[in-house]
């Protein structure tokens, strides 16, 4: 999503489950005065890895059709994981990536996403969606 986009969102509540893609609004673990918004791509349970560039899954490589031609997931130095390194998701947890890989912060620097750290679920975009 651009900035400026208008979004509409879901307020979640305790019994919503997240699915992967699924666009949230959170609080930044390590800033929680910020919010955030990116995408969630691993679940609790999952082993998220980054290699050259590679995003994989529970060992099986990940197409982004949402990441802008061209750019790479790589990993961010002095961040969560190292290059190639295996990380598994802890329970009440999700990894979020945001589809502007090369200019956000996410996941890749300061590690999972707490439950009680998501506040909101984009449903879909209203205006200045392109």
Not at 32 to 51: N, Y
Not at 61 to 67: G, N
Not at 80 to 108: A, I, Y
């Amino acid at each position: 999503y651009k900035n400026g986009a208008f979004l509409m969102t879901k307020v979640l509540v305790s019994n919503d489950v997240l699915r992967r893609d699924d666009v949230i609004l959170f609080k930044v673990p390590k800033d929680p005065l910020k919010e955030s918004l990116g995408r969630v791509i691993g679940l609790p349970g999952d082993t998220i890895s980054i290699k050259e560039g590679v995003l994989t899954i529970n060992e099986r490589q990940i197409d982004e059709p949402y990441v802008p031609r061209g750019m790479k997931t790589n990993n961010v130095l002095s961040g969560f994981m190292g290059e190639g390194e295996k990380k598994m998701m802890p329970p009440n947890t999700v990894f979020v990536l945001v589809d502007n890989r090369e200019k956000s912060s996410d996941s890749r620097l300061w590690g999972p996403v707490p439950g009680a750290n998501i506040e909101n679920k984009v449903i879909f975009c209203i205006w200045n969606c392109h």
